[in-house]
C-alpha cells in the first residue's frame, strides 16, 4: 500500500488509527502491534509492541522520513519494520516578553 499524505490507516489488533503526515521516501509497512496496518482484523497483539499510542500525538521514523498523526489511540505501539517509532517533539514557541 502506498503511504501518501492523508491517508488513513487502522490496527488490525487494536483501536489505534492514524493518518500520514509525512509519507515515506522509500516503501515501508507500518505495523501497529506487531501486525501491518490495514491488515485483516483478528491477529493477536504482540506483548513487545503494547506500548500505546496517544490521541493528538505525532510520531515519526527518522530514518525513512515517516510522520504520522494518532487520530484514535491503542494498546498497540507504532513501527517500521520492527523499530519503533518515537514520539514527535512538540517545537518550542518563541517567549512574548
Known amino acids: 500500500m502506498e503511504l501518501k499524505p492523508g491517508t488513513r490507516l487502522k490496527s488490525s489488533v487494536c483501536d489505534t488509527e492514524v493518518v500520514i503526515v509525512?509519507?515515506?521516501r522509500e516503501q515501508v509497512t507500518l505495523e501497529c502491534g506487531g501486525a501491518p496496518m490495514g491488515g485483516e482484523a483478528g491477529a493477536g497483539l504482540d506483548a513487545a509492541h503494547a506500548e500505546g499510542t496517544l490521541l493528538g500525538k505525532r510520531y515519526v521514523h527518522e530514518p525513512v522520513g515517516?510522520?504520522?498523526?494518532?487520530?484514535?489511540?491503542?494498546?498497540?505501539?507504532?513501527?517500521?519494520?520492527?523499530t519503533a517509532l518515537t514520539l514527535k517533539d512538540a517545537k518550542q514557541l518563541p517567549s512574548s516578553d
Open 66 to 82: 515517516l510522520e504520522v498523526l494518532c487520530v484514535k489511540p491503542g494498546k498497540g505501539s507504532l513501527s517500521v519494520a520492527g
Open 22 to 24: 509525512r509519507p515515506p
